[in-house]
């Protein structure tokens, strides 16, 4: 039961999907719009 599963987006912020150019979701890892993956402020250990 964490709240922050359920805290708005908006308090994260957006940005533009560089792919879609849709406002994606920082928190998110993939865009809303177009399901590419993206860099959110979540970085998996990748090169």
């Known amino acids: 039961m ?4 359920n805290v708005e987006p908006d308090r994260w ?3 533009d999907c560089p ?3 849709a406002p994606c979701h ?3 890892v993939e865009c809303g719009s ?3 993956p993206l860099v959110g402020h979540k970085e998996e250990s990748s090169p």
Do not use: A, H, N, P
């Not at 964490?2 to 599963?5: K, M, N």
């Open 34 to 36: 177009c399901d590419r």
């Open 26 to 28: 920082v928190s998110w």
């Open 2 to 5: 964490s709240d922050l599963e």
């Open 13 to 15: 912020g957006t940005f």
């Open 19 to 21: 792919d879609c150019g």
